[in-house]
């Protein structure tokens, strides 16, 4: 039997999961069309076990992890970005 490798793909479902919770987030808050602070900062904080998840792919050298990875940090940095200017837009 093979060494057992642990799941390194949960970091990046964990960011996705985390980019839509800050857009749940701006929906209670109103409108995800007015953005949120709030739901910025917690899609953000994605970033980082998604940044986990690269390192772990790296580390195993493979390629689904890894690339799965680099679209969960996309994902929550984008959709943290666009829920921040948004929000300032909103303000101004």
Do not use: N
Not at 12 to 30: E, K, T
Request: aromatic residues 4%.
């Amino acid at each position: 039997m093979g060494d057992p490798v642990p799941d390194s793909k949960t970091p990046a479902l964990a960011a996705i999961g985390l980019a839509v919770v800050g857009l749940v987030i701006a929906a209670l808050q109103g409108s995800v069309v007015h953005g949120s602070i709030w739901g910025g900062i917690i899609a953000l904080v994605g970033a980082i076990p998604a940044c986990y998840g690269m390192w772990k792919g790296i580390q195993q050298e493979t390629q689904t992890t890894l690339a799965l990875s680099v679209a969960a940090v996309l994902v929550s940095l984008g959709v943290a970005g666009l829920l921040i200017v948004l929000r300032v837009i909103h303000w101004l």
